[in-house]
């Protein structure tokens, strides 16, 4: 039997590269490195997005619409149009805010694929291919999305948003509000859980060492949170 018989008769199915993903990530990289594949997992994340957005509304509108007041205020509208203005907004957020929570979730994967492709690709003078990439982030985000069904109870019972599995759990609630809790915030145990299975298939699609592609994305990651962070200080 030759070599390529016998890698096709070891491909993973996809429940295998599903469960893979959390356990043996290496495993499910290469298989997509062989025979890359996104719709399913691509469905599911797009899926589990569009039902934690829905059953997390009612906790989300009332954050949403609270800010929204305040910032009206601090522009000086009238109460009644304030009123107006809000009515408008609780009549058709709800549904326009679960489709661009799945609108935006393609959106960035694709972006993230993109830059790590040109990262990869052009910087550090490797080569794969694009779909190879968004196979790999497909599958990667399944962890985020576990992570959005665990804490989607916990939000609900706590009625708040501002619920993580992050550092920032041990600080009061007074300092939701500063940059030291947003920057905690950032440091997600799913979230770094998803970086480090992000790093090993970066080092299997490109072939670098499992160190060279840590510290690439790694440093990505840092980047994005000082970019957020930055943004969140100037408004």
Not at 58 to 69: N, S, T, W, Y
Not at 117 to 141: A, D, W
Not at 185 to 201: N, P, Q, R, S
């Amino acid at each position: 039997m030759s070599a390529t018989s016998e890698a096709a008769g070891k491909e993973l199915g996809i429940f295998e590269k599903i469960s893979n993903i959390f356990f043996a990530p290496r495993k499910t990289f290469e298989s997509l490195d062989r025979k890359p594949d996104w719709i399913i997992p691509l469905i599911i994340v797009l899926l589990i997005t569009f039902i934690v957005t829905s059953v997390l509304m009612p906790v989300i509108m009332p954050e949403q619409m609270a800010k929204q007041r305040v910032k009206m205020e601090e522009r000086g509208m009238s109460q009644d149009e304030i009123d107006r203005a809000m009515a408008a907004t609780e009549k058709f957020s709800g549904i326009i805010g679960t489709v661009m929570g799945v609108i935006g979730t393609l959106i960035m994967l694709l972006i993230i694929s993109g830059l790590l492709l040109f990262v990869g690709n052009v910087i550090l003078g490797g080569q794969t291919s694009f779909k190879k990439m968004f196979s790999g982030i497909c599958y990667s985000s399944l962890i985020s999305s576990l992570g959005s069904i665990i804490l989607t109870p916990i939000i609900l019972a706590k009625k708040s948003m501002d619920v993580s599995f992050s550092f920032a759990s041990f600080l009061s609630s007074d300092a939701s509000e500063t940059l030291i809790y947003e920057f905690l915030k950032k440091i997600d145990f799913f979230a770094i859980w998803e970086i480090i299975v992000l790093a090993i298939g970066f080092s299997v699609f490109y072939k670098f060492s499992t160190k060279k592609s840590m510290i690439t994305i790694g440093s990505l990651y840092a980047i994005y949170v000082i970019i957020s962070l930055v943004v969140k200080s100037i408004f």
